[in-house]
């Protein structure tokens, strides 16, 4: 997964921000526009794998707001 932060290319497309609670569940903040569909399964899948931790506890909340 990528974060971009501060010194992260101009042209990074998105990112995501992980929140690791107290309890064991993470949450995924991701700011990715959904092309088709199962964005949200998607990520957490890959999530799940990387951490080797049940995909249950992974909690992925897309916050994209496209008026201006």
Same mark, same amino acid.
């Given at each position: 997964?990528?974060?971009? +932060?501060?010194?992260?290319?101009? $042209?990074?497309?998105?990112? /995501? #921000?992980?929140t690791f609670n ?5 949450? #995924?903040?991701?700011?990715? #526009? ?9 990520? +957490?899948?890959?999530? +799940? /794998?990387?951490?080797?931790? $049940?995909?249950?506890? /992974?909690? /992925? ?6 008026? #201006?």
């Open positions: 997964l990528f974060r971009k +932060a501060s010194n992260s290319p101009t $042209d990074a497309i998105s990112g /995501v #921000v992980l107290i309890y064991g569940s993470i949450n #995924v903040n991701s700011v990715a #526009v959904e092309i088709g569909s199962s964005m949200k399964t998607t990520l +957490a899948q890959i999530l +799940a /794998v990387k951490l080797k931790i $049940d995909i249950n506890t /992974v909690h /992925v909340m897309i916050n994209l707001n496209t008026m #201006v």
